[in-house]
């Protein structure tokens, strides 16, 4: 029975988030809430554990047999809080503004360096974890450029959101808070174990810029003694597109500092000195009173990032409630024990890669949450009766983000596509075509450092 009411919340979890009928907020809460209040009636179970399952996984739980306490949603929910918060500030103070001129100016008219100050730039930009930014800042700063000389639309798409597909997966991320939420990992360690393959795949994003940059050398028959430079005009409009963002909230008397804060926070994350949420708690005060310093300008910048920042949030600690009824109801592990069935025994060892492989599609077409949640959890689940951990379970389930880029449930895509004159299953098609060596590049490389059991 308890496999049944399982099966039916994870469809209708999925159904009703893909075809939009509830928010995320909503999905997360509401879909669990009555499938947990049929676990009640049906079972010798009773409203005051239903809270308490949803209790555990909001906050902590204790195993009473091991002693080890699992952390909930709580932790992952502050951090992406505070994270998006500093990152937000960071975009505000122009960070990320000296770095992203210099490759503009660097570009002149030599369409290989407008490839690659295009890859560098839309890196530098994504770093603050937001698609629909970098995405917006990047067309801005590049598209005319590419009109002005004749360069194929289609490649600024491509390269474009090649670096956004990878640094989607930085620890104030949504698809890590994801998966670590999801299958209880802590993010620290889940992100030190994707650290060596999304340095590769980025490799790989400058490498497929240049080799898109010659390509269009060899097209227009540009050469170094050409006259390529860009006139006047069109530099300072693609530097506009920069500087003109919130000119009045950008501090570049600070820059040094702002920088060696940001470096350091995130020296410390990477190196679990201290949880996530405490260092960018500290930092965005740290942040708002040196830049601001005025209450008055310090509260509008509060209120303006809330909406970032809060929407995620709500998400994840939504997500306590599916997965804690999930888990604490028994429906994860009958899950479990049906796939395990069904599963044979020769290929329960390989799962990994299997799933790494499968979860490609799966992460394309269906809502992230809808992945994470509804079907990663529980495969975690069977994967560990198999002697796989749940951190390579996790790794293995982030693999798909290769093509995560190419979803049609990111809205801000289709802004891509459409500023670039591309039908969607156009840009799908070609990034597919350029890009498909990025799923090999994780495989191999997180089969070589060990966090993908083959």
């Known amino acids: 029975m308890l496999l049944v009411l399982a099966l039916l919340m994870i469809v209708s979890f999925i159904l009703l988030l893909s075809k939009n009928k509830l928010s995320i907020v909503g999905a997360l809460s509401l879909v669990p809430l009555f499938f947990g209040v049929l676990v009640?009636?049906?079972?010798?179970?009773?409203?005051?554990?239903?809270?308490?399952?949803?209790?555990?996984?909001?906050?902590?739980?204790?195993?009473?047999?091991?002693?080890?306490?699992?952390?909930?949603?709580?932790?992952?929910?502050?951090?992406?809080?505070?994270?998006?918060?500093?990152?937000?500030?960071?975009?505000?103070?122009?960070?990320?503004?000296?770095?992203?001129?210099?490759?503009?100016?660097?570009?002149?008219?030599?369409?290989?360096?407008?490839?690659?100050?295009?890859?560098?730039?839309?890196?530098?930009?994504?770093?603050?974890?937001?698609?629909?930014?970098?995405?917006?800042?990047?067309?801005?700063?590049?598209?005319?450029?590419?009109?002005?000389?004749?360069?194929?639309?289609?490649?600024?798409?491509?390269?474009?959101?090649?670096?956004?597909?990878?640094?989607?997966?930085?620890?104030?991320?949504?698809?890590?808070?994801?998966?670590?939420?999801?299958?209880?990992?802590?993010?620290?360690?889940?992100?030190?174990?994707?650290?060596?393959?999304?340095?590769?795949?980025?490799?790989?994003?400058?490498?497929?810029?240049?080799?898109?940059?010659?390509?269009?050398?060899?097209?227009l028959g540009w050469s170094p003694e050409s006259d390529g430079e860009i006139d006047h005009e069109m530099m300072e409009k693609m530097l506009d597109s920069i500087r003109e963002k919130d000119p009045e909230l950008k501090r570049p008397k600070l820059f040094w500092f702002n920088l060696v804060l940001t470096l350091g926070i995130l020296y410390l994350l990477i190196q679990g000195v201290a949880h996530g949420a405490v260092l960018f708690m500290i930092g965005s005060a740290i942040v708002l009173t040196v830049n601001y310093r005025k209450v008055s300008i310090i509260n509008?910048?509060?209120?303006?990032?809330?909406?970032?920042?809060?929407?995620?949030?709500?998400?994840?600690?939504?997500?306590?409630?599916?997965?804690?009824?999930?888990?604490?109801?028994?429906?994860?592990?009958?899950?479990?024990?049906?796939?395990?069935?069904?599963i044979p025994d020769g290929l329960g060892t390989h799962m990994a890669p299997i799933y790494a492989i499968i979860s490609a599609p799966a992460i394309t077409f269906l809502p992230q949450d809808a992945f994470y949640f509804g079907i990663a959890k529980v495969v975690s689940e069977v994967m560990e009766q198999y002697g796989i951990t749940p951190i390579q379970a996790a790794v293995a389930s982030m693999v798909g983000q290769a093509f995560r880029l190419v979803s049609p449930v990111i809205p801000a895509l289709f802004m891509l596509t459409d500023s670039t004159e591309m039908n969607f299953v156009d840009f799908q098609k070609k990034y597919v075509r350029y890009c498909w060596p990025i799923l090999i590049i994780y495989l191999i490389v997180y089969g070589l450092t060990g966090v993908l059991p083959f």
């Open 40 to 219: 009640v009636l049906l079972t010798d179970a009773n409203f005051t554990d239903l809270f308490q399952w949803i209790t555990d996984a909001l906050f902590y739980k204790v195993n009473v047999e091991t002693g080890k306490v699992s952390m909930g949603v709580i932790s992952p929910g502050l951090l992406i809080l505070f994270a998006v918060m500093y990152f937000d500030l960071m975009l505000n103070v122009g960070l990320f503004d000296p770095l992203c001129e210099f490759f503009i100016k660097k570009a002149k008219g030599d369409p290989l360096k407008v490839t690659i100050a295009t890859v560098l730039t839309a890196t530098v930009v994504t770093m603050n974890g937001d698609t629909t930014t970098t995405i917006i800042i990047c067309v801005a700063a590049f598209l005319e450029l590419y009109k002005s000389l004749n360069m194929k639309l289609s490649y600024l798409a491509i390269i474009l959101v090649t670096p956004i597909g990878i640094f989607n997966q930085l620890p104030w991320g949504g698809p890590t808070i994801a998966a670590s939420t999801a299958m209880e990992v802590p993010i620290n360690e889940l992100f030190s174990a994707l650290i060596p393959g999304l340095l590769c795949a980025e490799v790989f994003a400058i490498f497929l810029a240049y080799r898109l940059g010659k390509k269009e050398r060899n097209r």
């Open 300 to 342: 509008e910048r509060i209120d303006e990032i809330a909406s970032d920042a809060l929407a995620p949030a709500l998400a994840t600690f939504a997500a306590g409630i599916f997965s804690g009824i999930l888990s604490g109801s028994g429906m994860a592990s009958a899950l479990a024990e049906g796939m395990t069935m069904i």
